[in-house]
């Protein structure tokens, strides 16, 4: 079964920091790109960081640039995104998603992703 499966939010303060995971399971190609993308309350989606797992291309969201690092390991499916000096705007469900097309490439586009985790919630709040 294909699946993506975030973990690691939680209530941090601002200044903070916190490690989100995205764990893949039952894809047939070791090529594909993951992204991170993140929703408020009230708000539209937005992409935040992406990395291709063969060639390592990051795009970052200008907002979290400096501040947010993806990273991972394609071998062991397995994908990271740092968050450190958090503030409250950061507040948001952040959703792990692939693209698993044979052209994937890293891009905070939402709509090239085929593949959906259910969200983590990341709360910053003193």
């Known amino acids: 079964q294909v699946q993506v499966v975030e973990s690691g939010g939680g209530l941090v303060q601002p200044g903070g920091s916190l490690r989100l995971s995205c764990a893949t399971t039952?894809?047939?190609?070791?090529?594909?790109?993951i992204g991170w993308f993140r929703q408020a309350p009230g708000k539209e989606r937005e992409g935040v960081s992406c990395?291709?797992?063969?060639?390592?291309?990051?795009v970052s969201a200008d907002s979290v640039k400096g501040r947010f690092t993806i990273s991972g390991d394609n071998e062991k499916n397995a994908w990271y995104l740092q968050l450190n000096n958090l503030k409250p705007e950061d507040t948001a469900v952040y959703f792990c998603?692939?693209?698993?097309?044979?052209?994937?490439?890293?891009?905070?586009?939402?709509?090239?992703?085929?593949?959906w985790g259910q969200g983590t919630q990341v709360t910053v709040s003193s």
């Open positions: 998603a692939a693209d698993r097309s044979a052209l994937a490439s890293c891009s905070l586009r939402g709509t090239l992703y085929d593949t």
């Open positions: 990395i291709g797992s063969s060639d390592g291309r990051v």
């Open positions: 039952g894809f047939t190609s070791k090529h594909y790109a």
